[in-house]
């Protein structure tokens, strides 16, 4: 979310790393590779010079797709995390490496390259939490971040999830980057339910502003 929407793991103040059980960024079961479920969606997008600049327009198509992932991608995705210093330290990617391995994961793709996902951890039959969310900085401003939570969605809906959980910094905590991380989750249609400080498993000062959002 700066750009984008990450809503996850971060880094307290002090510089720990910290693991929002939320963040653009899991569950329990899928060991389907990324061609046995989900067809991919594809969005191309155009992208332009300034037209008062006098140069002639510049038309560049991205064409991004929405995969399900499988363990195979993890290591593109820690890429994406080392990309997001202020969002996620080492002990975040760390974390991701394990949760991977059992968790719900979408990639988004320019040109077959991983450039955004979304980690799911399935809580309830009826209820999931986004973990890990997070699209490279390269790629912001391009709404490759709410592709990836709709994807989520759609699919959490056909499984019979009703409710999607995202954990996050609160306000509270004054820290400047996470303003746009909040930003994106409401966009997408998430709704701060609580704060709760401290949060089991986070550092002492680093408030977590609880989110949900409806499944359609």
Known sequence: ????????????????????????????????????????????????????????????????????????????????????????????????????QTHLLWVGTVEEAVVGFVLVERRHHRAAEITYAAVHPHQRSRGLGKQLVSAVFQSMSAEGVRFVEVKTLDESADYEPYVATRAFWETCGFVQIDCIDPLPGWSPGNPSAIYVAAVD
């Open 1 to 100: 979310m700066p750009f984008l929407f990450r809503a996850t793991p971060r880094q307290d103040l002090a510089g720990r790393s910290l693991r929002s059980e939320a963040n653009l960024a899991a569950a329990g079961h899928s060991g389907d590779t990324p061609d046995q479920t989900h067809d991919a969606t594809k969005t191309p997008q155009r992208l332009a010079s300034d037209s008062q600049s006098g140069q002639s327009a510049l038309v560049a198509l991205i064409d991004f797709q929405v995969r399900r992932g499988s363990p195979s991608d993890a290591q593109a995705c820690v890429s994406v995390l080392a990309s997001l210093p202020e969002f996620f330290a080492d002990e975040a990617r760390r974390d991701f490496l394990t949760a991977v």
